[in-house]
């Protein structure tokens, strides 16, 4: 059974740190995309960050130079540290799995919750 589980979600003062997790098991996690998208009250969900199974990252625009994505592989886990955390950034932050092959799999966790007030 694949599970997919984010946590470190916490409520931070604009300008503050976070670091979110994301924990996988069921697949072989070396050989999959890992994303963390973050969707806010009334708004669609979007792509945050994304690193590929050979280490390449990939970043929005509006999160460049403040939030860095990585993975250990030996932990099947994938994290998202946020630095300069602005309150445009408040949202429930999700984890995806996905490979694209002769079988493509998707796979997405429960997300935490990212609060960014005074």
């Known amino acids: 059974q694949v599970q997919v589980v984010e946590s470190g979600g916490d409520l931070v003062q604009p300008g503050g740190s976070l670091r979110l997790s994301c924990v996988t098991s069921?697949?072989?996690?070396?050989?999959?995309?890992m994303g963390w998208y973050r969707q806010a009250p009334g708004k669609q969900r979007e792509l945050v960050a994304t690193?590929?199974?050979?280490?390449?990252?990939n970043y929005a625009d509006s999160v460049k130079g403040r939030f860095t994505i990585s993975r250990d592989n030996a932990k099947s886990t994938v994290y998202l540290q946020m630095n300069s955390l602005k309150p445009e950034d408040a949202a429930v932050y999700y984890c995806?799995?996905?490979?694209?092959?002769?079988?493509?799999?998707?796979?997405w966790g429960k997300g935490t919750l990212v609060t960014v007030s005074s």
């Open positions: 995806n799995a996905n490979f694209l092959g002769v079988s493509s799999m998707d796979y």
């Open positions: 069921g697949i072989t996690f070396s050989i999959y995309t």
């Open positions: 690193v590929f199974s050979g280490g390449k990252t």
